[in-house]
């Protein structure tokens, strides 16, 4: 009894943790999902032109990504831990299904992390298309990688393919956990979703060099290669998201009533703008009457099923949270697609992009915008699904350490991750000023490494770097 | 049973690669913490910098992998382990953020100042890190992992076996990074950064294999029928761990370095795999738990085998590359070294898309390869997704 009342009070610190940790890194995760595919644009692009704007702009975003991958790699590996050290229920019983997809990832991070050394170090010395060549296995195992750690996730609200006996897992169908039935739409809605946030995230960064007034080719080429194919993308986008929401109204109906406020289950649901839900009733928010259920069904009359089928307990926690977290999501999108619209439009008109300050402003944001409806993406799935962690099959609180002190290590992870992001911001931005200011890096300062570039600070004589050329 | 055994072994091969590998980019931290001042330390520095900058994030993977493999095949006593040494554990991970953020970070940041304050950062993290580990490992070969944990303990990793075997990884991982550092040095044909790394080499395998003897001496208790195996069935491996010690410091007292890197690789693998055999079949000693009791049932370990083949087929030669292009010193300088616009250095100059010659052009041909492997297993992997739905 005393134990299970601990159990419960690790959940919270545990929960918010894990919440803080992946927040982070699935950003991280993101641009190293997709930033390589927009460099390799730029370079390809670069040579094939050639154009000499592009090929700089795919050299520095290739020494950008040299941090951002790092801090990737070292976040991600806090995720792995923290599999065991938050989770150790879920790890003991369900570890030999869910690891498999696991270690499908493994491989990919592999080919990932060597290819990403040679595509991002070989830039002087593998001269031309041979270096593009070797960006190529980068981008095509983001995407792969991708698609396994979602498949983790798509088993956890659709657990498959293993069979128990006696309360312990005797065989095991890889196949059917890897493309259980969520992963169909998971896979592809965050993939895309990963192209959005890099190419908005690289899109933004020049629309707000543009906006400060730095009105030339090469602003507008960077804007231009991050834009152009997240706003491609954008329609499919929510295409599948749409897809995506009908398949959770059959497959997850608790979370999609939480995401949509139906409270009974009934036919002419209404579908819900904003809106907050208190003690049984919506407070402010939009109420349009059917669309819900024409959303659902394609017909006012298509019944949809309501939080109220299961027992209370058995309910995720905050639906107000759910469902604002899933307008925004859905309301971003569809901003993100006028952005794109109205390029299209002025590209149409002018043969050239939109003048209008507020375009710029827009494109500015637009990166920031698709993050937080990635984030926002992600509360809806994983808050959705309370009180599961494996849905149906196990509860969040038989999952949780039932070691003490997790408040603790939050803490110190939440002081140590802001220090992360600040620094990794603050030396992105330093690097573009140094950039701005003609490109040669600060070098030879002695403490560090010292380039081979000759410089009068530090160089003693004992530079051992002579010997090569 | 069988396949058992063998994600055992592929447990303990995956482990064995990060030692030797990850294990020397931690080294190579240790060696710049105490490579002194801006200017004294300045050299061997540059030269751990250089070395390690390409290949720490793929040599990192290894123990990620592991990990997976672990939790996957073996989830009890995964999460027996992860429990019981959560606090190293915590540390541990600590440890590598801090070390991958500050080594990225002192690449990028321009001024003294913050160059060696991500240093540090880089460098007492690099310490801490095996330590840590190794305390972690030294409780499992301890027998202080209870088969169901459900709480941390501090006596399992704080007993003088646990803490030994964390300053054996240490030892182990400066060794390494010192030996592979004299190869680099030779490479480049830089006499005193040889000498220098010669005599850390010699100090911290003289260290490295006084800690392996005071851990195999220290072994009782719960671990007396490892100390029992050790000088038994896993004798041969231990024999092969002092011999290559041996030879690696006669060689570096003669001042012949070829070979060393191999040597020593070997014989820290000999020790890792004398742990394995002399425990063998246990998994967590001290407790019921082998390797065939452990959790996962016959066909996920099925598929982990089959999984680390595509590992091998796939990782062995990107490595190979990776390793390859790196030993002839094409990785050295991304981005950062080069003045941009208007440079006319190789791959920077759009002039024409020309035709890649040599080793760059088999580097490019390589990854093409890959690149289209991937795309046909992607295809393959699909359609049978689609079939088995």
Redesign the interface.
């Known amino acids: 009894m005393i ?1 299970a009342t601990r159990v419960s009070g690790e959940v919270v610190p545990a929960r918010a943790q894990m919440a803080a940790t992946l927040g982070f890194h699935i950003i991280l995760a993101c641009l190293g999902i997709a930033l390589p595919t927009i460099v390799l644009i730029a370079e390809f692009i ?7 704007v592009a ?2 702009l795919a ?2 975003w ?2 950008a990504m ?2 951002l ?3 990737g ?6 995720l ?2 923290e ?3 938050l989770w ?2 879920l ?7 869910l ?2 997809p ?6 990919f ?3 990932e ?6 595509y ?18 980068i981008a ?2 983001g ?2 990688g991708a698609m396994s750690v979602i498949a983790v996730n798509a088993w956890m609200n659709q657990p498959g393919g ?1 069979t128990v006996s006696h309360g ?9 956990v ?2 259980n039935h969520a992963a169909i739409y998971e896979m592809p809605h965050m993939i895309l979703a990963a192209y959005m946030v890099s190419g908005f995230t690289v899109a933004g960064v020049y629309a707000a060099g543009i906006l400060r007034g730095r009105r030339d080719r090469y602003h507008y080429t960077g804007f231009a290669l991050g834009f152009v194919p997240a706003a491609i993308l954008t329609p499919f986008q929510i295409f599948v998201g749409d897809t995506a929401a009908r398949d959770i109204a059959q497959d997850q109906p608790v979370k999609f009533a939480s995401m949509e406020y139906v409270q009974r289950t009934s036919s002419h649901v209404p579908e819900w703008l904003a809106g907050v839900y208190a003690n049984g009733h919506i407070y402010g928010g939009l109420k349009i009457p059917d669309v819900d259920s024409l959303l659902v069904g394609f017909s006012p009359g298509t019944k949809v099923i309501g939080w109220d089928t299961v027992p209370a307990a058995d309910r995720p926690p905050v639906a107000w949270l759910i469902h604002l977290c899933f307008d925004a999501m859905v309301g971003i999108g569809f901003l993100l697609l006028l952005a794109g619209l109205w390029a299209l439009w002025g590209w149409w008109r002018h043969r050239s992009l939109p003048r209008q300050r507020l375009f710029w402003l827009l494109g500015a944001l637009s990166g920031l915008a698709a993050i937080v409806a990635m984030e926002a993406g992600w509360v809806v799935t994983e808050v959705g699904r309370q009180p599961w962690v494996v849905y149906r099959l196990q509860t969040t609180t038989q999952a949780a ?5 997790v408040i603790t ?1 939050l803490s ?1 992870v939440l002081v ?1 991750y802001a220090v ?1 992001g600040i ?1 990794t911001v603050l ?1 992105l931005r ?2 573009a000023r ?2 701005r200011r003609g ?5 030879g ?9 000759p410089d009068a600070r ?1 160089t ?1 004589g ?4 002579r ?2 050329t | 049973m069988i396949a058992a055994a063998a994600v055992g072994g592929i447990l303990l091969a995956t482990v064995t690669l990060y030692g030797i590998l990850g294990g020397a980019d931690f080294g190579g931290g240790l060696w710049d913490l105490l490579a002194g001042g801006d200017r004294r330390g300045h050299a061997p520095r540059r030269l751990i910098d250089e070395s390690i900058t390409p290949v720490w994030e793929a040599n990192h993977v290894w123990l990620v992998f592991a990990l997976v493999i672990f939790w996957t095949a073996f989830p009890v006593a995964f999460a027996s382990v992860m429990t019981t040494a959560a606090l190293p554990l915590w540390l541990a991970v600590g440890g590598i953020v801090l070390r991958g953020a500050g080594f990225a970070f002192r690449k990028e940041v321009s001024g003294l100042g913050m160059q060696r304050a991500f240093g540090a950062v880089f460098a007492f993290s690099s310490l801490l890190t095996p330590f840590f580990m190794g305390t972690v490992i030294g409780a499992v070969a301890a027998g202080q992992i209870p088969a169901n944990a459900s709480h941390a303990s501090l006596a399992a990793w704080t007993n003088p076996t646990s803490l030994l075997i964390g300053f054996l990884f240490v030892g182990a991982c400066g060794y390494l990074a010192a030996v592979y550092l004299i190869g680099e040095a030779a490479r480049r044909g830089d006499r005193r950064l040889q000498g220098y790394f010669t005599r850390r080499a010699q100090a911290a395998g003289a260290a490295t294999g006084a800690l392996s003897l005071a851990t195999l001496l220290e072994l009782h208790g719960p671990a007396a029928a490892l100390q029992h195996n050790l000088t038994g069935r896993g004798l041969s491996l231990v024999i092969l761990a002092g011999l290559t010690g041996l030879a690696v410091l006669a060689l570096l007292a003669a001042g012949r370095p070829r070979g060393i890197r191999v040597l020593a690789a070997l014989g820290v693998a000999a020790v890792v795999w004398g742990w394995g055999v002399a425990q063998y079949p246990a998994l967590l000693p001290g407790t019921a738990v082998t390797l065939s009791n452990a959790g996962a049932p016959h066909s996920t370990l099925v598929a982990l085998v089959v999984l680390f083949a595509a590992v091998v087929a796939l990782i062995g030669p990107s490595f190979w590359l990776l390793f390859a292009l790196h030993g002839r010193q094409l990785l050295q300088g991304g981005e950062g070294l080069i003045a941009p616009a208007g440079g006319r250095t190789g791959a920077g100059s759009p002039a024409r898309p020309r035709r890649s010659s040599g080793r760059a052009g088999r580097a490019g041909r390589a990854s093409r390869i890959v690149a289209i492997g991937l795309i046909a297993a992607g295809a393959v992997a699909r359609a049978r997704g689609g079939r088995s739905r």
Request: net charge positive; proline share 7%; charged share 15%.
């Open positions: 134990a670069g040579l094939r032109r050639p154009d000499q090929m700089v050299r520095r290739s020494q040299g941090v991958v790092a801090v790699a070292v976040t991600g590996t806090v792995s831990f599999m065991g050290l150790p229920g790890m003991r019983k369900y570890g030999a299904v690891g498999l696991f270690g499908v990832e493994g491989l991070f592999f080919l992390a060597i290819f990403t050394a040679i991002l170090y070989g830039w002087r010395r593998l001269g031309g298309w041979a270096h593009w060549w070797t960006g190529v296995p095509l195992s995407i792969f293993f312990r897992i005797v065989s095991v169908d890889p196949w059917q890897f493309f350490t039932t070691n003490g002190g290590s110190i140590l992360l620094a030396i330093a690097l140094r950039w490109g040669v890096p600060e070098t300062v002695p403490y560090g490494p010292q380039p081979e570039i530090g003693r004992t530079s051992p770097g010997a090569r």
